[in-house]
């Protein structure tokens, strides 16, 4: 655990400590107001929809069995400790990733001379994530996919009740909430002209696929609510700071993209 605390510590230094910038940010287009109701709105939803969770969940799974390639992959990856592997994944989805994000924009903004800026660039990151946890929550409900430690009995107390979270595999919140951060905190700090912005992307998907990775690992999703939640997570990330909050004169910073949605059994196809 110690090593595992130190390697948390360096990633997030790294993360946290953009080389020094030599010009002022981009302008990028933003309302407070607006987008703090979009975003505060968007998180309230989410927390609303935890916290009747007990109520709206479904208490049947919809799709109950597994296949051939999931079943095959939770044989390779999952741990025998998965409460060690699920605790992990919590910190690296719900502290180090969002607390690597901000540390950076912060810093990358006052590094540019424009200590505002990093304030905004953490309320755009804020609202495109909560427009993700709030479909991947919608979909959750809808899918009621059973989670694979409830399908296989991975759990240590025989006496153990069935839970609003059982049924509620498809696709991974982690997984997406890691993905949409790190994307996100990526396509700002490009449009921002941020030194940095490589290590943005390249720490910041690699902790969001160690996290998918972990959950996984944990027994609390499959490969395929993993990799659609890294989908969907990766998408939002890129497209909504792009198509709301482009520089100012200067479109979206970069060429222009169409995005199709094509649904699929247990899975939806992105199409740029």
């Given amino acids: 655990m110690r090593r595992a605390a130190r390697a948390v510590l360096a990633l997030a230094f790294l993360w946290a400590s953009p080389p020094a910038a030599r ?5 990028l287009r933003h309302d407070l107001r607006t987008d703090a109701w979009i975003a505060g709105g968007g998180w309230a939803l989410y927390l609303a ?22 079943a095959g992959a939770r044989d390779l990856l999952v741990w025998g400790h998965i409460d060690r592997a699920r605790l992990v994944s919590d910190l690296s989805a719900y502290a180090l990733v969002p607390a690597g ?23 755009i990151v804020a609202e495109a994530a909560a427009i993700a946890m709030d479909l991947n929550e919608l979909v959750k409900l809808l899918v009621a996919r059973q989670r694979p ?7 240590r107390d025989p006496d153990r ?3 609003p979270d059982d049924n509620m595999s498809f696709y991974g919140g982690h997984t997406t909430f890691a993905f949409v951060v790190a994307a996100a905190a990526g396509t700002v700090s490009d449009l921002r002209g ?51 909050h482009g520089r100012k004169g200067g479109g979206t910073g970069g060429t222009a993209a169409s995005v ?13």
Wanted: net charge negative.
């Fill in 49 to 70: 929809s935890e916290l009747a969770k007990g109520t709206l969940a479904p208490s049947r799974c919809r799709f109950c069995g597994t296949n051939a390639f999931d």
């Fill in 260 to 272: 199709s949605v094509n649904p699929f059994p247990l899975g939806i196809a992105f199409v740029f």
């Fill in 23 to 27: 010009a002022a940010p981009n302008a």
């Fill in 101 to 123: 994000m901000i540390a950076h924009q912060l810093l990358a903004a006052r590094g540019a001379g424009d200590v505002e800026a990093g304030f905004v660039d953490v309320l």
């Fill in 161 to 163: 009740k069935p839970g």
């Fill in 194 to 244: 941020y030194e940095s912005a490589p290590w943005v992307w390249g720490i910041g998907l690699t902790v969001a696929a160690t996290t998918g990775y972990l959950r996984i690992a944990a027994d609390q999703h499959y490969l395929t609510d993993v990799l659609v939640g890294a989908g969907m997570g990766l998408a939002a990330g890129i497209a909504l700071p792009r198509l709301l």
């Fill in 149 to 155: 430690f409830v399908h296989y009995g991975d759990y």
